[in-house]
């Protein structure tokens, strides 16, 4: 049975990760993809799960090969420059290039891949695909499983730790028993090894609802529409501006007045210019453009905010601050306002006693962003 807890850790991680590079993603996905494919290899002990470390390089050369064949550079890091043996480039593309470039005409990934399974690389490039292999094992050892969940656990390799293996010697041939045998083990908690197993397909996107729906789509279409459209159109979801601007008007009006005051700090507003339209809950993490998430802050407030979850704590605090400017919004927008907040908050029609219940379900919303879903928290 599923703990919750590894579940909003997983969560954690993934949204609150500073990433770099791709690395992480990679990391994860492999992780996923072995635990799913692969538990004939693991072995249990006590509180962690052991895989080959093999296996997981095997899965970044998957990965990775089309995105380092492609015709037109990706860069893959922050800052990567395009040329292969400049300073900043992946360790492993110097090798990563060559191979692709050797297999460029030969049938591309399918025959590397082959050559690989059935151990009949050539001599001339075998050489560099174990260079290639111990590149991205050493890689995946030294940067995402030192510092994946840094975030949430603040210390190093608390989600993954490895053995590395025994040394391997230069011109020995690579091939997937070797690999797997030589290539050292790596671990993770067994309870995030069985949630990978479980809902690790939904946690990559491979098995996910829409892909599911665009595949759908495609064979009912009678593949008219592939299913490449039909993702970009799933996964668009436009912010309205409009009504960002509905409330900017009402802030603006209040303005005519005097300041107005930071829903977040308490620090006075004294222009339009000075002011920004901040979603409480931020619309990157909820799409949501109600009136009542929309409320104004300083320049400095909204931009350490930023896509941060705004703390229980703080939220009470500013109770009343928030209150104020609902009540000008239900003032201005009574019928919007009215429909948006019995929606969104659970709230029933606004009346004399509206307010409790409407900002209770805001604080319950912004509990379970953070302490379910693992957003980031915003606190002052």
Sequence with gaps: MLDLSTIRTINAIITQDTKDATYKFALLRGAINICEHYSNKKEIHGELATYPLGLLAETWVYYYYPVIAHETFIPQRSGEPSEPDARGVMKFRPSFTKVTDYYRDKGGFDKFWSDYRSNTLPDEISGEVLTLLKAIRDTITQNPMRHL??????????????????????????????????????????DLSYAFECLGSYLSGEDSLIQQWAAFTYQKSNKTVDTETMLRLLTTRTEDKRFVRLAGKVYENALKDGPIECVWSGQPIQSESAMNIDHVLPFAHWKNNDLWNLLPATTAANSKKSDKIPEPALLNRREDVILDYWKLLHTTYPEQFRQEVAR?????????????????????????????????????
């Design 149 to 190: 969940g840094q975030s949430h656990f603040k210390d190093e390799y608390q989600v993954f730790t490895y053995e590395k293996g025994p040394a391997i010697r230069k011109g020995t041939r690579p091939d997937p028993d070797y690999v797997m045998n030589s290539f050292g083990t790596y671990t993770l908690p067994a």
């Design 344 to 380: 969104s908050l659970n709230s029933s029609n606004p009346g004399p006693n509206w307010q409790e219940e409407a900002f209770q379900s805001l604080v319950e919303k912004a509990d379970y962003l953070i302490t379910l879903r693992g957003y980031e928290v915003f606190a002052l």
